[in-house]
Nanobody, 114 residues
Framework: QVQLVESGGGLVQPGGSLRLSCAAS????????MGWYRQAPGKERELVAA???????HYIDSVKGRFTISRDNAKNMVYLQMTSLNPEDTAAYYC????????WGQGTQVTVSS
């Protein structure tokens, strides 16, 4: 059974930081690349950061230098450290394998606003 539980979102001012956490079931975490996706209102869900089982990270251009993805293979956890947040980062954030499984968690809302 696939289980994904995201946490750590909230309301933050522009320029602020947040750290998102994702607890994944072993069945989805083991040997898979994992990623953080986001979906803003009226937009499609997009993959913003991914990390291989070996720890190689990849980002979309708009978050490079601001977001850092990491994983703890012993704990089946994935993290997203977000800095220099701006209003365009406002979205619901989800973690999943890359490519994604059909099951999704509830997500965690990130709102960047003054």
């Amino acid at each position: 059974q696939v289980q994904l539980v995201e946490s750590g979102g909230g309301l933050v001012q522009p320029g602020g930081s947040l750290r998102l956490s994702c607890a994944a079931s072993r069945s989805i975490f083991f040997t898979n690349s994992m990623g953080w996706y986001r979906q803003a209102p009226g937009k499609e869900r997009e993959l913003v950061a991914a990390i291989t089982s070996g720890g190689s990270a990849h980002y979309i251009d708009s978050v490079k230098g601001r977001f850092t993805i990491s994983r703890d293979n012993a704990k089946n956890m994935v993290y997203l450290q977000m800095t220099s947040l701006n209003p365009e980062d406002t979205a619901a954030y989800y973690c999943n394998a890359v490519p994604a499984f059909s099951d999704w968690g509830q997500g965690t809302q990130v709102t960047v606003s003054s």
